[in-house]
């Protein structure tokens, strides 16, 4: 059920809201990001305006909060905050990049995220979609944490977060600023008319436990002629069994104007939103310097995407993955 006010404050946000009012007064702040958040909330929704809070990083990886180092911080308000911090290899790769800076703002509807002040893929939420979230993360096995108890609240927390990082020896520094419009078109979106959308091509992909699969919801003859491509799409039954695991039972994936729309065991998660290719491909070169590995492989993703996207979004092709039950 969509939730458009919050009626009673629980023992959680209370303690968020302490904790957020302690990062104030311990962190270096400013001005928060784009239009303040309670503009854009219903007249009757109780929304915590946060003002941004920034978190700097040394060439080893090392974060404070306003000159202050986070071991330091964990200690006064009883979190451990260690996680924070970054490796010097993350802090080169995202030197090569040029990539400086970070900025984060959570809405009542959805978080914008921009790189270098320039727009990244927002996200467009509601109530469902954060919960399915929440548990499809769970069901993966993912410790949340905190950060489980967090998740729902965010269209009440007004966030603005800032991660800078040491600029690159002969660059030149780039200003913290953002526009204004992708706020707008975040504020405009509704998630609940986009799940309603139906794909123009709904497409199938129907695994058998021994890994091979069927594609349904096109012409045979059609799909006789894709077959061939897809044939490395098989999957073993110890593959299988890994998803069992995971406890996926169908992933759907569907494009539509501005952005993709992606569903685990029938539940939409949040709404990706972008206007141009660039901003997909910035949030890959940015995930490509968190990894952990050879950030090749993310980059092998530029070219298809660049060819089939506009495509798929043009003909709104959507397709479903099913997975066989244990």
């Known amino acids: ?34 239009p303040a958040t309670t503009t854009e909330a219903p007249a009757d929704a109780l929304v915590v305006d946060i003002p941004t809070i920034y978190i700097d990083f040394d060439a080893d990886g090392n974060a404070t909060l306003g000159g202050i180092p986070v071991a ?17 290899d ?8 040029n990539i400086q800076h970070v900025q984060i703002a959570t809405r009542p509807n959805g978080a914008l995220i921009f790189i270098n ?35 729902p609240l965010l269209p009440q927390l007004g966030l603005n977060i800032g991660l800078r990082f040491p600029v ?18 975040v504020a405009k979106a509704d998630l609940d008319a986009i799940v309603a959308q139906q794909p123009t091509l709904p497409l199938e992909i129907n695994y058998a436990p021994d890994g091979s699969f069927e594609l349904a919801g096109i012409p045979p003859l059609m799909a006789g002629m894709i077959q061939g491509p897809l044939a490395a799409a098989k999957l073993t039954p110890d593959n299988l069994t890994s998803i ?43 995930a490509g310097a968190f990894g952990s590995g ?7 993703l530029k070219g298809p995407l660049e ?12 397709m479903t993955v099913n997975f066989p039950g244990q």
């Open 90 to 97: 993350t802090i080169a790769k995202l030197q090569r990049l």
């Open 294 to 300: 050879d950030s090749g492989m993310l980059d092998s």
């Open 307 to 318: 060819q089939a996207l506009p495509l798929l979004q043009q003909f709104g092709i959507g």
């Open 168 to 185: 690159a020896d002969g660059k030149s520094a780039i200003p913290l600023t953002v526009p204004d419009a992708p706020f707008d078109a």
């Open 244 to 286: 069992q695991e995971l406890g996926l039972e169908s992933v759907g994936i569907r494009t539509a104007p501005g952005g993709l729309l992606v569903s685990i065991n029938g539940q939409p998660l949040p709404f990706l939103q972008f206007t141009q290719l660039t901003e997909l491909f910035s949030l890959i070169d940015l």
């Open 72 to 88: 330091q911080l964990g200690d006064a308000l009883g979190q451990d905050l260690s996680s924070i911090s970054l490796d010097a």
């Open 117 to 151: 002040g320039k727009p990244a893929p927002a996200l467009v939420w509601n109530d469902a979609a954060l919960a399915a979230l929440v548990s499809t993360l769970d069901a993966m096995g993912q410790d949340l944490g905190a950060a489980g108890g967090i998740l």
């Open 1 to 34: 059920m969509r939730r458009t006010k919050l009626s009673v404050m629980s023992g959680r946000f209370l303690l968020i809201a302490l904790l957020a009012a302690m990062l104030l007064v311990l962190a270096g702040c400013g001005a928060r990001l784009g």
